[in-house]
């Protein structure tokens, strides 16, 4: 639960610019009481570890993304020809987005309404789908296991799926098809993909408790810190692989809730300022300026996709080594920059 009830302007005002006082930038001790609850410390709050060998199944990235929009071509002039993502199109109506050798990483479908159809996280095997179904399943979510024909939809080997606590449809796979041919960015982009999937989710929710259950009890992820937002308003930074985070939520009212932005990282600085130049020249709404995110450093930007939400655009993001990483608490999200006025 959330400590205290946010308004919805302080959520608008930091996320996703995060960019509240940047003046006062540091860094608390690491497993002090939590200061707005002053309830329960870090390590009461943080699940047990799962240690690589454990034989517990466990989600290992981010493996696609599934969104709805009322204009697919806009979707095309905004990632392939601002962000290089590479456009792979199926007709008038779905347009299927390349970043390394999979088939897609992100599945656009022309829709009545704007936003999120489903999220899928990654597994490595048959065997560890059935026992990750299972375990959401004994603590009484309802998982459909899909068929022949939704796997091939989605180009991968296997597929279930169910929902979340606030009603988004989430996905896990195994053996997401790669592309016989080369990837080729439109802007020579090099996106960080591979082994730590394809970026990272960030979502407003209606219970932290119940997110924290889902992903870190039952998906496994591991915690990596806490950002204070506002007072009453922290987020919660998540990791499934050794990418700073791959999934994060904080506690928001309606209608905030949902998936606020996605995140892309790419190889090279010189990929976000093209980019961004791109963005201030107006090929896209930019939503945060340019900036330097706390927790995980990431140097990144802003802008608003076709569908609604946001996408975070960023290099040099902190890879996490879980033999030594202990989870910290910071009181700002950027040490410089991500302002929402933009520019
Ligand atoms: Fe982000």
Redesign the pocket.
């Known amino acids: 639960m959330v400590c205290q009830r946010v308004e919805r302007a302080e959520i608008e005002h930091c996320v996703?610019a995060l960019g509240t006082d940047r003046s006062q930038a540091r860094v608390l001790p690491r497993h002090t009481r939590h200061s707005r609850c002053g309830s329960r410390s870090l390590r009461e709050t943080t699940p047990q570890t799962k240690d690589k060998g454990d034989n517990v199944s466990t989600v290992v990235g981010l493996g696609y993304l599934i969104v709805n929009t009322t204009d697919v071509e806009a979707w095309r002039e905004y990632a392939c020809d601002v962000f290089g993502l590479q456009g792979v199109e199926l007709g008038p109506d779905r347009l299927l987005l390349r970043m390394d050798d999979k088939s897609y990483r992100l599945d656009v479908r022309k829709s009545e309404v704007n936003g999120f159809q489903a999220v899928g996280w990654e597994v490595s095997s048959a065997a560890d789908l059935e026992a990750l179904a299972g375990t959401l399943e004994a603590d009484g979510i309802a998982v459909t296991r899909e068929g022949v024909e939704a796997a091939q939809d989605r180009q991968v080997s296997g597929l279930v799926r169910f929902s979340d606590p606030d009603g988004q449809v989430v996905e896990l796979f195994y053996g997401l098809k790669k592309d016989k041919n080369r990837f080729v960015s439109p802007t020579g982009a090099r996106f960080s993909t591979g082994t730590n999937g394809l970026g990272?989710v960030?979502q407003l929710v209606a219970d932290e408790e119940a997110f924290r259950h889902l992903y870190l009890d039952l998906l496994g992820f591991r915690l990596s810190d806490y950002i204070d937002f506002a007072p009453g308003f922290t987020g919660t930074f998540t990791h499934c692989n050794p990418r700073h985070h791959s999934f994060?939520y904080a506690a928001a009212p309606p209608p905030a809730r949902g998936i606020n932005?996605i995140?892309f990282e790419v190889e090279e600085l010189d990929s976000v300022g093209r980019a961004y130049d791109c963005v201030l020249g107006g090929k896209a709404v930019l939503t945060s300026s340019f900036g330097k995110h706390s927790n995980d450093e990431?140097l990144s930007f802003y802008s608003q996709t076709p569908s609604g939400f946001a996408l975070?655009y960023g290099t040099a993001g902190v890879l996490i080594d879980d033999a030594t990483w202990t989870p910290a608490r910071y009181d700002v999200p950027s040490y410089w920059g991500h302002s929402r006025s933009g520019g």
Request: aromatic share 12%; no cysteine.
């Open positions: 996703p990272h960030f994060a932005h995140m990431m975070e």
